[in-house]
């Protein structure tokens, strides 16, 4: 399974952005997924995840009620819509995939990972 994340870039406080994450492959839709995020000199956490048909999500408390995750079998693809973004979501995203149906929280399940897109929010 390959991943290719899309839609960083920067953003003021207060403005959103939307990442993309196309898989490839055929066993997409058969996989729970995740958005990961690294700020410098931190851990990795995973932001938000959902379930291989979209039924279950879970979002981190940091990102509840901002963020959306969501994904579309049919093109392969996984987003995460950032709004009401804060400099403190400035971080290297990550899409991951695991191997299971279903969400998963723990780092260890995911099994692909993509290279990472920037995403900078401006104060």
């Known amino acids: 399974v390959q991943l290719v994340e899309s839609g960083g870039g920067l953003a003021q406080a207060g403005g959103s952005l939307r990442l993309s994450c196309a898989a490839s492959g055929r066993t997409f839709s058969t996989r729970a997924m995740g958005w990961f995020r690294q700020a410098p000199g931190k851990e990795r956490e995973l932001v938000a995840a959902?379930?291989?048909?979209?039924?279950?999500?879970y979002y981190t408390n940091a990102v509840k009620g901002r963020f959306t995750i969501s994904r579309d079998n049919a093109k392969n693809t996984v987003y995460l819509q950032m709004n009401s973004l804060k400099p403190e979501d400035t971080a290297v995203y990550y899409c991951a995939a695991t191997r299971t149906l279903d969400l998963a929280t723990e780092t260890a399940v995911y099994a692909y990972w993509g290279q990472g897109t920037q995403v900078t929010v401006s104060s």
């Open positions: 959902i379930s291989w048909s979209g039924g279950y999500t």
